[in-house]
């Protein structure tokens, strides 16, 4: 458990333009090969840095929560913390930051893809909100299935359709007249 001068120093506060070589490190160290580059982290921050959560330990970058929201919709698009800290409840705490900051938002609905054999991951999306939509056996290329799941965070939120082409790669372009 965390000791008191930890506790004290550790908190969780919006990602800033400093913080995105931590978060790059982070991610590279986390989800390799499929990491995102420290370019498409920079721009991913220009367009969506405002929802993004980090949890700073003493000045040092120990995880963060990635949220890309458009309109009614967001996708979490990266949760980590680091191994040395995990098991104290952080990646809790940034999701319910990362889903509070969506609330605030107006944002209705937060997917999350998930690698189906990530139980913990899993485990951690099911009980903050998180229901299953759907598989997809390749959703990153040739091993790399993933599953749909999807935080409604209001009740008027339809139901997402599984078959629509905006939640997959590689379907062709979406006429969203």
């Not at 070589?21 to 920079?42: C, G, K, T, V």
């Not at 929802?51 to 698009?77: K, P």
């Not at 952080?90 to 937060?110: M, N, T, Y």
Request: hydrophobic share 40%; charged share 25%; proline share 4%.
């Amino acid at each position: 458990m965390k000791s008191s001068n930890e506790q004290a120093e550790l908190r969780f506060r919006s990602a800033t333009v400093d913080d995105l070589a931590a978060i790059a490190e982070l991610e590279s160290h986390e989800f390799m090969p499929l990491a995102y580059p420290y370019f498409a982290l920079r721009q991913l921050f220009d367009i969506h840095g405002s929802q993004w959560v980090v949890a700073d330990l003493a000045g040092s970058i120990c995880g963060y929560a990635l949220v890309a929201a458009r309109g009614r919709s967001a996708w979490l698009i990266g949760l980590a913390v680091s191994a040395r800290h995990q098991g104290r409840g952080l990646g809790r705490s940034l999701l319910d930051r990362a889903v509070a900051r969506c609330r605030s938002s107006q944002v209705e609905a937060i997917f999350i893809t998930v690698r189906p054999s990530n139980v913990p991951a899993t485990n951690l999306y099911k009980d903050s909100g998180f229901t299953w939509l759907d598989h997809e056996e390749q959703y990153f290329g040739a091993g790399e299935p993933r599953d749909l799941l999807v935080h409604r965070i209001t009740h008027e939120w339809a139901a997402a359709d599984p078959t629509d082409r905006r939640w997959y790669k590689d379907r062709g372009p979406v006429d969203e007249g």
